[in-house]
């Protein structure tokens, strides 16, 4: 039983480099996320994905991208990485639009540096 | 002012004392309330959701919501050392379905 799978776990970039995080759940929740957490900051959410087909720019979208690829997956994308993304990403899924239960069910979390 | 405010800690406690996070939040209109759990290298887990003034207990957690004076707050009884981790507040506004997270507080209970 998987849950929601993220990877890489770790990841280190130079300035200006892209990469991509992936992110896929088997729970057959129609609503995905994208947060970062930093320290004495919490967690900060980037994008979202309400239903397959449809994103949104959360709290901190700058400089980064996503792709809901189906309804099991939804990447991340840094085009041109720079120090102040050094942090630790977690993907999240739940029911459609929380469905009022305020459950998110998160990954494992990917560790990113940018030098 | 940040949505969600609360004291980032860290909090100590002896085993088997009550701990008490508190949580304060700016948008009057929020209806629903959740705390999780994260411990250190590890994701978040939700533990409690509150909707309605007044306490709701489960197990050995007690969540405490006034929304006059836009307020919720958590209560762990007879603390265990696997309690230690950061609990993170988190309020989803009426018009919205997004969660919003305070910077958690951290909790270590002494043996």
């Known amino acids: 039983n998987a849950g929601v799978t993220q990877t890489p776990k770790f990841q280190v970039l130079k300035t200006g480099q892209s990469m991509t995080l992936q992110c896929a759940q088997d729970m057959n929740h129609n609503s995905m996320y994208w947060y970062r957490q930093d320290p004495g900051m919490g967690l900060r959410l980037i994008y979202y994905?309400?239903?397959?087909?449809?994103?949104d720019k959360g709290e901190v979208p700058n400089g980064y991208n996503v792709s809901r690829l189906n309804k099991r997956e939804f990447s991340l994308r840094l085009e041109s990485a720079a120090p102040s993304q050094t942090s630790v990403y977690f993907c999240a899924s739940s029911t459609e639009r929380l469905a009022g239960t305020g459950e998110l069910f998160f990954g494992e979390g990917s560790r990113l540096t940018v030098l | 002012q940040k949505e969600v405010e609360q004291n980032s800690g860290p909090l100590s406690v002896p085993e088997g004392a009550i701990a008490s996070l508190n949580c304060t939040y700016s948008?009057?209109?929020?209806?629903?309330f959740f705390w999780y759990r994260q411990y250190s290298g590890k994701s978040p887990e939700l533990i409690m959701s509150i909707y309605s003034n007044g306490d709701k207990e489960d197990g050995r957690f007690t969540a405490q919501l006034n929304k006059a004076s836009q307020y919720v707050s958590l209560l762990i009884r007879d603390s265990q050392p696997s309690d230690s981790a950061t609990y993170l507040c988190a309020v989803m506004p009426s018009n919205d379905y997004k969660l919003s997270f305070g910077a958690g507080t951290t909790v270590t209970v002494r043996a």
């Open positions: 948008d009057r209109v929020s209806q629903s």
């Open positions: 994905s309400a239903s397959e087909g449809t994103t």
